[in-house]
């Protein structure tokens, strides 16, 4: 049973360039969330994916974007790179029917530096 | 002011030893509770959920004081594979879907 796949692992790029960050929920689930987790830090919510569409967005700018196909995988875009972009992108999927339990399943995520 | 506060530690212990981390969090509409292992450079996996009466899961129990707004959990006989950071999870429910908050972890270093 394939767990939550994210890529690429690592990527690097500079200022003012954009980037997509793909994920594939674990079998089965259907909702997919997107965290940064800055060093230090615990991860920050982005925003949530259910049926292809933005259903929660936390406290981020228009840069980010994203999207969910209809075999649930998801992409993260990110455009005009900040500095303050360098972060670990964490993908999060789960069942919509079971969300209360809490169990995210996390992918190992996709570490960017900005430079 | 953050929705999950926790102290980041570390938390140097002795093998052997019990320790205890504490979270808060600040909307009282919150109505799930966790905490989270992460281990260093790898993802965040769930640990246990805390329930309103607490709960235990062997060396570990988990505490939630509704009316304070606080967290916690207990490590009990401490072994060197639990160094880690602990991440407290307050979700609350948002208009259609479940919104999950995450502290900025608590770091465990269990000595030999």
């Known amino acids: 049973d394939a767990g939550v796949t994210q890529s690429p692992t690592h990527l690097i790029k500079t200022r003012g360039q954009q980037v997509t960050l793909r994920c594939s929920p674990k079998s089965g689930h259907d909702t997919v969330s997107w965290y940064q987790q800055a060093l230090g830090q615990g991860p920050q919510f982005i925003f949530q994916?259910?049926?292809?569409?933005?259903?929660q967005r936390g406290n981020f700018p228009d840069r980010f974007s994203g999207h969910q196909f209809p075999n649930y995988s998801s992409e993260l875009n990110v455009n005009a790179l900040l500095l303050g972009d360098s972060a670990l992108y964490l993908c999060a999927s789960s069942f919509l029917g079971f969300s209360n339990t809490g169990e995210l399943f996390f992918g190992e995520g996709s570490r960017l530096t900005v430079l | 002011r953050k929705e999950v506060e926790q102290d980041p530690g570390p938390f140097n212990v002795p093998e052997g030893a019990t320790v205890a981390f504490n979270c808060t969090y600040s909307n009282s509409a919150s109505q799930s509770f966790f905490w989270y292992r992460q281990d260093c450079r790898k993802e965040p996996k769930l640990l246990m959920s805390v329930y309103s009466s607490g709960n235990e899961d062997g060396r570990f129990t988990a505490q939630l004081n509704r009316a304070s707004q606080y967290i916690s959990l207990l490590i009990r006989d401490s072994k060197l594979s639990d160094s880690a950071t602990y991440l407290c999870v307050v979700s609350a429910l948002g208009p259609d879907f479940n919104k999950f908050y995450f502290g900025s972890g608590t770091k465990l270093n269990v000595k030999p």
């Open positions: 994916y259910y049926e292809e569409e933005e259903r």
